[in-house]
């Protein structure tokens, strides 16, 4: 007889600047290897599976993520749970909230909107708290031209040049519902800037490294070592510019993740 499961959908914030990203990885760590040793030291005869909804790089950060909980046994105090995994986390993970979710729900396969931030300044040094938050670029920027780039970028688009290691089967036409540059009012400090900017972008789903390599293209363009021209060509299918930078993954951070009912 097939065991029952109840599903669980648990929503977390972290800071990536330790971990090696999202993904299990032997002698690495990383966000999912902390869960599951967190899980196991709270509930060591519980059997459990975590499911991401998606993988993040080395270095990202997440204010609004999740993960589905699939455990074999139900959890009979959810506030109990939350307390718990908060109080024997490390203080860069925090678990937000805990809800039961119908055994369809699939938080890969399930319909969903991500939004994405990527924080950066530039023209002189950041101070070094910035460093897990702010990417910081010593050269000029044309921030005029990048906002001007940033708009090219939503809509359908053909995005096989904006991800690494293509593969045949990977779906590279993808739409971004919006995508821009903003002063950023959203993260502040007192060792932040003066001035910094974030890039906003949302869609339904990216591929690996898409939002950095976005980025990368509109500081190329900032550099004006790329122009307009040219990043419009490279959102169509038969595109074949090369480009030459991928921005690193301390400023960006997936700010929302929101799924269908």
Known sequence: ????????????????????????????????????????????????????????????????????????????????????????????????????????????????????????????????????????????????????????????HDFSVYTAGLKENTKSVRKIDACSIETNDMLTANFFPEKSYVLKIKGAGFMRYQVRMIMGALVQLGKNELNLKQIKASLLADSDLKLKTIAPGSGLILNELQFNK
């Not at 040793?37 to 998606?54: N, S, V």
């Not at 699939?106 to 040094?125: H, P, T």
């Open 1 to 156: 007889m097939k065991k029952q499961r109840f599903c669980y959908l648990v929503r977390l914030q972290y800071l990536g600047f330790r971990y090696n990203g999202w993904q299990e990885q032997p002698k690495m760590r990383t966000i999912t290897g902390m869960l599951n040793k967190t899980f196991k030291f709270i509930y060591p005869d519980k059997p459990f599976k975590i499911l991401g909804a998606g993988r993040t790089d080395a270095k990202v950060s997440s204010l609004n993520g999740a993960f589905e909980l699939f455990v074999e046994e139900e959890l009979e105090n959810l506030n109990e749970f939350v307390l718990q995994f908060n109080r024997n986390l490390p203080t860069d993970i925090k678990i937000l909230s805990i809800a039961p979710v119908n055994q369809k729900f699939n938080i890969i396969q399930s319909s969903k909107s991500k939004e994405y931030c990527y924080f950066f300044s530039f023209g002189s040094k950041n101070h070094p708290f910035s460093a897990p938050f702010i990417t910081n670029y010593m050269d000029e920027l044309d921030i005029g031209l990048m906002k001007e780039g940033a708009l090219l970028f939503t809509g359908t």
